[in-house]
Protein backbone atom coordinates (compact mmCIF):
# COMPACT_ATOMS: atom_id res chain seq x y z
CA UNK A 1 0.00 0.00 0.00
CA UNK A 2 2.73 2.66 0.94
CA UNK A 3 4.48 1.85 -2.58
CA UNK A 4 1.06 2.85 -4.53
CA UNK A 5 0.90 5.89 -2.16
CA UNK A 6 4.34 6.91 -3.09
CA UNK A 7 3.52 6.67 -6.83
CA UNK A 8 0.63 8.58 -6.73
CA UNK A 9 2.47 10.88 -4.87
CA UNK A 10 4.57 10.99 -7.57
CA UNK A 11 2.18 11.18 -10.97
CA UNK A 12 0.79 14.22 -9.07
CA UNK A 13 4.21 16.10 -9.03
CA UNK A 14 4.85 15.13 -12.36
CA UNK A 15 0.72 16.10 -13.71
CA UNK A 16 1.47 19.63 -11.22
CA UNK A 17 4.86 19.92 -12.81
CA UNK A 18 3.97 19.37 -16.54
CA UNK A 19 0.54 22.00 -15.79
CA UNK A 20 2.67 24.69 -14.52
CA UNK A 21 5.75 24.42 -17.24
CA UNK A 22 4.12 26.26 -19.98
CA UNK A 23 3.48 29.25 -17.67
CA UNK A 24 6.92 29.30 -16.37
CA UNK A 25 8.35 29.09 -19.67
CA UNK A 26 5.65 31.92 -20.59
CA UNK A 27 6.95 34.23 -18.14
CA UNK A 28 10.68 33.15 -18.26
CA UNK A 29 10.49 34.69 -22.04
CA UNK A 30 8.34 37.58 -20.98
CA UNK A 31 10.80 38.56 -18.39
CA UNK A 32 13.58 38.35 -21.03
CA UNK A 33 11.59 39.89 -23.65
CA UNK A 34 11.23 42.98 -20.89
CA UNK A 35 14.81 43.32 -20.10
CA UNK A 36 15.96 43.57 -24.07
CA UNK A 37 12.74 46.58 -24.21
CA UNK A 38 14.59 48.11 -21.03
CA UNK A 39 17.74 48.34 -23.02
CA UNK A 40 16.11 49.89 -26.20
CA UNK A 41 13.96 52.13 -24.73
CA UNK A 42 17.37 53.41 -22.66
CA UNK A 43 18.86 54.06 -25.80
CA UNK A 44 15.80 55.42 -27.99
CA UNK A 45 14.12 57.41 -24.90
CA UNK A 46 16.58 60.49 -25.14
CA UNK A 47 16.43 60.65 -28.76
CA UNK A 48 12.93 60.70 -28.02
CA UNK A 49 12.80 63.08 -25.47
CA UNK A 50 14.78 65.85 -27.21
CA UNK A 51 12.85 65.44 -29.89
CA UNK A 52 9.31 65.78 -28.12
CA UNK A 53 11.10 69.14 -26.67
CA UNK A 54 12.15 70.38 -30.10
CA UNK A 55 8.78 69.72 -31.48
CA UNK A 56 7.03 71.73 -27.98
CA UNK A 57 9.24 74.48 -28.20
CA UNK A 58 8.65 75.40 -32.32
CA UNK A 59 4.97 74.71 -31.66
CA UNK A 60 4.77 77.50 -29.04
CA UNK A 61 6.98 79.97 -31.23
CA UNK A 62 4.20 79.39 -34.06
CA UNK A 63 1.94 79.79 -32.02
CA UNK A 64 3.19 83.13 -30.17
CA UNK A 65 4.14 84.39 -33.90
CA UNK A 66 0.41 83.42 -35.12
CA UNK A 67 -1.82 84.90 -31.67
CA UNK A 68 0.29 88.09 -31.83
CA UNK A 69 -1.20 90.27 -34.49
CA UNK A 70 -5.01 89.16 -32.72
CA UNK A 71 -3.48 90.06 -29.28
CA UNK A 72 -2.47 93.31 -30.58
CA UNK A 73 -5.33 93.81 -32.67
CA UNK A 74 -7.79 93.52 -29.56
CA UNK A 75 -5.42 95.23 -27.75
CA UNK A 76 -5.82 98.41 -29.97
CA UNK A 77 -9.32 97.44 -29.90
CA UNK A 78 -9.64 98.03 -26.24
CA UNK A 79 -7.26 100.85 -26.10
CA UNK A 80 -9.57 102.60 -28.46
CA UNK A 81 -12.57 101.57 -26.48
CA UNK A 82 -11.54 102.66 -23.45
CA UNK A 83 -10.46 106.14 -24.95
CA UNK A 84 -13.86 106.21 -26.24
CA UNK A 85 -15.52 105.59 -23.50
CA UNK A 86 -13.44 108.01 -21.28
CA UNK A 87 -14.57 111.09 -23.89
CA UNK A 88 -18.02 110.44 -23.92
CA UNK A 89 -18.35 110.22 -20.17
CA UNK A 90 -16.57 114.20 -20.25
CA UNK A 91 -19.07 115.02 -22.70
CA UNK A 92 -21.79 114.10 -20.97
CA UNK A 93 -21.33 115.68 -17.39
Do not use: H, N
Not at 14 to 39: H, N, Q, W
Not at 41 to 54: D, G, I, L, N, S
Request: net charge positive; hydrophobic share 55%.
Amino acid sequence: MEVWRDISLIWLIFLATISVLPFAIAFFFAIKGLAKLRGLVKRYAPVAQEKAYTVAVKSDEVSQKVAKPFIVAYAKTAQARTMTRAITRRTET
